[in-house]
């Protein structure tokens, strides 16, 4: 396999992952429910939603709703069905659909691009189409097809995947939590208790590797995404360094929130991937595991060098490698080459615990 890591994801099974679903907002009435709320307070759950939910909730796709409705009346409502635990951020008011799916991907930090609405009513989908033209809307009557869809399978369902909503849920009290606090930000972070691991990956890592190139576009430095297969490769090759991150703290686990990729000659080290996934942008660690690699090329007596692709997202990411000391000494078409001589690496900040393993 050739192991040119400056491969875009040029295999079109990863183009058409790039386009999967990450999120389903769900219309109520006559939706997920047969029947009207506010006529008839006995509706009850269509006979295929509930499996339909499950099923997205099982492949780390995650839900929400948008409906027109009493709030008070629907959230009950759909506590008394047991499925209220499945949705995050709903949003039920008697404003338009499209600003409801505006709200729910700014909350939940995802593009709109990659959610898909769900509505009995044509003149709802069509308003949400004219505003969000990049939202998928599905019509309620094909509710039975929605699990048979292409961009709503995942290539892998990884342990993440399973738990995607569940750490979502957690993410929401810390940001609550954040919101009460009235000390500085590094005060805060203290608080949390975070222990960050960063470890070479291993074979069974590599299903969740792919799906962070995959789906991480904030924090991306390059945008590059790679498959199993090629990141198996890198694993393997002695030119290659792949490692993975992890975060937890006082909450629960993050899952695996970051790679990094790099290319070693013997003068050079080239990071040809960083990314972090947006869950823990406000978290500092991007910092750290770059810090991370400074240290080791540093003891392997090598330059470092980091490529930098921007987009319409990433501009964080320059920040981060801007901050970190990197300065612009190149470039390769639309590939910004970045430099840090390794004179000024900062120590791991003591709001948390760095764990490093060979």
Request: net charge negative; hydrophobic share 40%.
């Amino acid at each position: 396999m050739d192991l040119n890591p400056d491969r875009r994801g040029d295999a079109a099974e990863l183009i058409r992952e790039e386009t999967k679903v990450k999120c389903v907002v769900w219309d109520l009435d006559q939706t997920i429910w047969d029947g009207i709320l506010l006529e008839d307070k006995r509706v009850t759950l269509r006979g295929e939603v509930l499996e339909v939910i499950r099923k997205l909730d099982e492949r780390g796709i995650l839900q929400s709703i948008a409906s027109k409705n009493d709030a008070d009346a629907a959230m009950a409502k759909l506590e008394e069905l047991g499925i209220q635990e499945y949705f995050l951020y709903p949003q039920i008011s008697w404003g338009s659909k499209s600003e409801a799916i505006k709200n729910i991907a700014s909350l939940i930090n995802i593009n709109p691009n990659t959610i898909a609405f769900i509505d009995d009513q044509p003149f709802e989908r069509e308003e949400v189409e004219f505003s969000l033209p990049q939202v998928r809307c599905i019509a309620a009557e094909d509710m039975n097809l929605i699990l048979e869809r292409a961009d709503m399978t995942p290539r892998f369902i990884t342990e993440d995947s399973q738990l995607r909503r569940s750490m979502y849920m957690t993410d929401r009290v810390r940001k609550e939590e954040e919101q009460h606090f009235s000390g500085t930000k590094e005060e805060f972070l203290a608080t949390l208790n975070m222990v960050f691991g960063i470890y070479p990956a291993g074979e069974g890592d590599l299903q969740r590797a792919e799906e962070l190139t995959l789906r991480t576009h904030q924090l991306n430095a390059t945008g590059y995404t790679y498959s199993y297969q090629e990141l198996d490769e890198f694993r393997k090759s002695d030119r290659h360094r792949l490692w993975v991150s992890e975060l937890e703290d006082k909450y629960g686990t993050y899952g695996k929130i970051g790679i990094a990729l790099v290319e070693c000659s013997e003068e050079v080290w080239t990071l040809k991937l960083l990314l972090m996934s947006c869950r823990v942008m406000s978290r500092g660690v991007g910092s750290i595991m770059l810090n991370f690699i400074m240290n080791e090329a540093h003891k392997s007596g090598c330059k470092l060098w980091a490529e930098f692709v921007e987009n319409s997202v990433n501009r964080m990411m320059y920040i981060t490698y801007k901050f970190a000391g990197f300065q612009e000494v190149g470039k390769n078409g639309d590939i910004l080459i970045l430099e840090n001589d390794l004179t000024s690496i900062q120590p791991f900040p003591d709001y948390v615990k760095v764990t490093c393993s060979e």
